[in-house]
C-alpha cells in the first residue's frame, strides 16, 4: 500500500519561496506518475504540477509555470515541490498523490494521497 507524507508548508509573503517535500513508501515507484494538487477553500482541488518517476517527465499547471519546480530522488523516495514568487492565490491545502502510469491531471485519477500540507501566501 502506498504511503504519502507532505512536509513544508507554512506561511510566506508573496514573493516569497517555499519548498514542499514528499516521503513515499510502500511500493517501488519505477512505474508511477506522482503529482501535486492543491485545493483552496470553498474551490475544487487543482492539479499543480506532476512527475513520471522513472524517466522524469515533468508538467505544470499554467498557473504556475516557470514559478514551481517539481523534482524527485529516487533513492530517497521523495518528491519535491520549490515554489518561488509565490502570490496569495497560491494560498491553499497542497496534496501529494500518486497512480500507476501515465500523468493525468484530474484528482479522479489518482488512488493515493498525502494527509495535505497548508500554504498560506500573505499580501
Known amino acids: 500500500q502506498v504511503q504519502l507524507v507532505e512536509s513544508g508548508g507554512g506561511l510566506v509573503q508573496a514573493g516569497g519561496s517555499l519548498r514542499l517535500s514528499c516521503a513515499a513508501s510502500?511500493?517501488?515507484?519505477?512505474?508511477?506518475?506522482m503529482a501535486w494538487f492543491r485545493q483552496a477553500p470553498g474551490k475544487e482541488r487543482e492539479f499543480v504540477a506532476a512527475?513520471?518517476?522513472?524517466?522524469?517527465?515533468?508538467y505544470y499547471a499554467d498557473s504556475v509555470k516557470g514559478r514551481f519546480t517539481i523534482s524527485r530522488d529516487n533513492a530517497k523516495n521523495t518528491m519535491s515541490l520549490q515554489m518561488n514568487s509565490l502570490k496569495p492565490e497560491d494560498t491553499a491545502i497542497y496534496y501529494c498523490?500518486?497512480?500507476?502510469?501515465?500523468?493525468?491531471?484530474?484528482?479522479?485519477?489518482?488512488?493515493?494521497w498525502g494527509q495535505g500540507t497548508q500554504v498560506t501566501v500573505s499580501s
Open positions: 510502500g511500493r517501488t515507484f519505477s512505474n508511477y506518475a
Open positions: 512527475i513520471r518517476w522513472s524517466e522524469g517527465s515533468i
Open positions: 498523490a500518486a497512480r500507476m502510469g501515465i500523468v493525468l491531471t484530474s484528482p479522479r485519477n489518482y488512488g493515493s
